[in-house]
């Protein structure tokens, strides 16, 4: 739109076609704020001829809105707001909406370095993926501060871009190039690698090329066995008359080096003594090459294990392996091994033990010379240990392989140690958004303070883009910008509050709940009435204990008065109560029970679990104890010494009432009544002597009068003197010395 010419101007109030000014753009915006239209209300104005269409109150085409208007999105079809309707620097942050401009919404080549905030206003999360490219980044911006490490891969970096001006001698290492990504398109053709900048046993076969390297790129002298791969060299890496006897190890070269067809000609051999038996490698004389009937096992000395046979796994049953027709050919003789199985982890050979039996177990055999690990068994798995072998990084040679015996595109991330390419290995503004891999520039990568607000657009953060450890401090938030609509819900904790930083007037009424309330001080609590609700004392182990107390400083405190009810931390946590001083106290816990000692000048009353009793004390004597009453005799007590009631599982009942100095006393062991005057036992039911029972009356003077039990059946006068002997049959009367009568038996 021009924005001097006069146009036809749609004026549309609150959503209906109002009228039509011709006015520029310029002239009808100074209108609208001068209200020179006399325009009430929410007005849109529309352009006529660009475009605009007005279909049940919604428009499409440019819009200019009123002063003091607003646009809303009911209004506005998809795509309608276009470069010409905005005002240059109108659009602000709180115009958009969280998370809604992306690429699509920002015209090509628009956003320039200043309107990038220098204080960290872009971060690697802002920008999207594989759209930086080389033309974007100022020659000589890109500092080693602004990579993240191990970000860089072969796919970012342009061909033969990197030269040896853009890297900082040694300052590239494997941490800073992603694994399997360094291409020989990315090192110089001239001796871009030296030995000097290859980690020590790092290069395998598999980094490089096939027939790329040359005499040219090996130093002289450098190669040796460990250096070279099994299987790798063949006749046509080999110059012709090249290798002499001096280059080759002794007994190195096995069947497979050699040619199936003559590789090996007789004039290449030394007339005396060319090859010996310990230069020849195992199976690699065939038939066709030795003479029939020629070689028997006499005619071997070989001081090493060879084992043939069958192994079978899980058998004969899951977990075991067995083994069946092995043989063992050591140093000359060969020996036939019993058929067996085990389900141990090792099986070996061991010659000062059985030449004929292998050995088991699960621990790992210290060998002998002569002896021989045979195979492991995992979970009835067999793995013949006896001719395994590996090549790895610590055969080859230290610097033995420098940069010109590798071929080119062979090494990637994974061969180039981390933290060793530097920025002082990477050419100047060579590395545009296209080289950086996707999610790779951290904080870490930013110079601090380099991106500001005006760098991120609104509604553009998200939690995604901040670091869980500490992101974002208050420094970093301008005033009062921050809503409850920012915050996910649950994600502010006490560590992240400034202490003393919030005052009731940034919380909103009803808002904090108990769950909120991590810790809370008593001293904050002021009086008040808790209605239907519960205090829940918790417990971290070896922390202390939770109680309730007054007075009292801990369980178990008989010096002060008070009471403590909680949990005790230093027992188990056991639930614990206890009120009172060291002589009138209620206690109760767990292991104990519960115990309870009241008293009034000299009474007690004493309750407890351990010993199980109550007991009522007069100061003198237990007037009343119900429980245990001695060491696992568990009964009732009543009384003193002269007069009381007792019951045990022990003694059984025993009673004894006196008055003056009568005694009624009941007892089960002995097993009697008995009323004594306070001289004599005047009648005695039960036990009356030791294993006789029955009755027993005597008068006032002691003399038995009605005796009938086990042993007697007597009834006698008081004096004695006349009395029934039923035991006998008769009855007699004595005078005090001789039986005056006799009636009955007489014998």
């Known amino acids: 739109m021009d924005k001097s010419t006069n146009e036809q101007m749609q004026v549309i109030i609150d959503g209906a076609p109002d009228m039509i000014v011709t006015k520029s753009y310029n002239e009808f915006l100074d209108s609208l704020k001068t209200n020179q239209l006399g325009i009430q209300g929410n007005t849109f104005i529309v352009p006529i001829g660009k475009s605009v269409n007005f279909n049940n109150g919604v428009f499409s085409g440019a819009v200019i809105t009123g002063n003091g208007s607003f646009i809303d999105g009911k209004y506005l079809l998809s795509a309608t707001i276009t470069a010409e309707s905005i005002k240059d620097a109108s659009i602000t942050g709180e115009k958009i909406a969280t998370g809604t401009i992306t690429a699509t919404n920002i015209a090509n080549a628009t956003i320039t370095s200043t309107q990038i905030s220098n204080t960290a206003g872009i971060t690697g999360n802002q920008i999207a993926n594989a759209t930086i490219s080389g033309s974007n980044i100022a020659t000589g911006t890109i500092t080693a501060n602004n990579i993240q490490d191990a970000t860089i891969t072969g796919g970012k970096i342009a061909a033969t871009t990197i030269t040896g001006g853009n890297i900082v001698n040694a300052t590239i290492t494997g941490s800073k190039i992603a694994e399997a990504t360094i291409t020989g398109s990315n090192i110089s053709g001239t001796a871009g690698i030296t030995g000097s900048q290859l980690a020590n046993a790092t290069i395998t076969a598999t980094q490089i090329a096939n027939s790329t390297i040359t005499g040219s790129n090996i130093a002289?002298?450098?190669?040796?066995?460990?250096?070279?791969?099994?299987?790798?060299?063949?006749?046509?890496?080999?110059?012709?008359?090249?290798?002499?006897?001096?280059?080759?190890?002794?007994?190195?070269?096995?069947?497979?080096n050699i040619s199936d067809t003559a590789g090996i000609l007789g004039s290449q051999l030394s007339s005396t003594a060319g090859i010996v038996g310990t230069q020849i490698a195992n199976s690699t004389i065939t038939g066709q090459n030795i003479s029939n009937n020629s070689i028997n096992i006499g005619k071997c000395n070989i001081p090493t294990h060879f084992i043939s046979g069958t192994f079978t796994n899980n058998s004969p049953s899951a977990g075991k392996v067995s083994w069946s027709g092995v043989k063992v050919d050591f140093n000359g003789n060969t020996y036939s091994i019993t058929n067996g199985n085990t389900d141990k982890k090792y099986i070996w050979w061991d010659y000062s033990v059985s030449t004929t039996t292998f050995q088991t177990s699960d621990t790992l055999p210290t060998l002998a010379n002569e002896d021989c690990l045979v195979a492991t068994n995992t979970s009835g798995t067999h793995r013949l240990v006896w001719r395994a072998y590996d090549v790895n990084g610590d055969q080859i040679q230290t610097a033995a392989i420098t940069g010109s015996h590798i071929a080119n595109n062979t090494i990637t991330g994974g061969n180039i140690a981390n933290s060793t390419i530097t920025a002082a290995n990477i050419a100047n503004a060579t590395i545009t958004g296209s080289n950086i891999a996707n999610n790779t520039i951290s904080g870490s990568n930013l110079v601090n303070n380099t991106i500001t607000a005006t760098q991120i657009q609104n509604a553009t953060i998200t939690t995604t883009q901040i670091s869980n450890t500490a992101g974002i401090t208050g420094n970093q938030i301008a005033n009062a910008t921050i809503t409850a609509s920012n915050i996910a819900t649950g994600t502010i904790t006490a560590t992240n509050i400034k202490d003393l930083t919030i005052t009731a007037d940034q919380i909103a009424n009803a808002t904090i709940t108990t769950d909120k309330i991590c810790t809370l001080s008593v001293d904050k609590l002021i009086t008040g009435t808790l209605k239907s609700q519960t205090i829940t004392l918790g417990i971290t182990d070896g922390e202390g204990d939770s109680v309730i107390k007054a007075g009292k400083i801990d369980f178990g405190d008989t010096v002060n008065s008070g009471f403590i009810l909680g949990i005790d931390d230093s027992d188990s946590n056991r639930a614990k109560f206890e009120i009172g001083d060291s002589s009138q106290y209620l206690k109760y816990d767990p292991a104990n029970g519960i115990r309870m000692r009241s008293t009034k000048d000299s009474h007690i009353i004493e309750i407890s679990s351990d010993p199980l009793k109550i007991r009522f004390n007069d100061g003198t004597y237990d007037r009343v104890l119900i429980g245990e009453t001695a060491t696992d005799t568990y009964g009732i007590k009543m009384g003193d010494n002269?007069?009381?009631?007792?019951?045990?599982?022990?003694?059984?009942?025993?009673?004894?009432?006196?008055?003056?100095?009568?005694?009624?006393?009941?007892?089960?062991?002995?097993?009697?009544?008995?009323?004594?005057?306070?001289?004599?036992?005047?009648?005695?039911?039960?036990?009356?002597?030791?294993?006789?029972?029955?009755?027993?009356?005597?008068?006032?003077?002691?003399?038995?009068?009605?005796?009938?039990?086990?042993?007697?059946?007597?009834?006698?006068?008081?004096?004695?003197?006349?009395?029934?002997?039923?035991?006998?049959?008769?009855?007699?009367?004595?005078?005090?010395?001789?039986?005056?009568?006799?009636?009955?038996?007489?014998?």
Not at 224 to 253: C, D, E, P, R, V
Not at 678 to 692: C, F, K, L, Q
Not at 721 to 735: A, E, H, M, P, S
């Open 220 to 256: 002289t002298g450098t190669i040796t066995a460990n250096n070279i791969a099994t299987a790798t060299i063949t006749a046509t890496q080999i110059a012709n008359g090249t290798i002499t006897s001096s280059q080759i190890a002794n007994a190195t070269i096995i069947a497979t």
């Open 642 to 747: 002269t007069r009381y009631f007792t019951y045990d599982t022990s003694n059984g009942i025993k009673l004894r009432s006196t008055k003056g100095d009568y005694i009624i006393e009941i007892s089960t062991d002995p097993l009697k009544i008995r009323l004594n005057d306070g001289s004599y036992d005047r009648i005695v039911i039960g036990e009356t002597a030791n294993n006789v029972y029955g009755i027993e009356i005597r008068s006032p003077s002691g003399v038995t009068m009605f005796d009938v039990d086990n042993n007697d059946q007597k009834i006698s006068t008081a004096d004695g003197k006349t009395y029934w002997d039923l035991k006998n049959g008769r009855f007699i009367v004595n005078d005090g010395i001789t039986d005056r009568v006799l009636i009955g038996r007489l014998d």
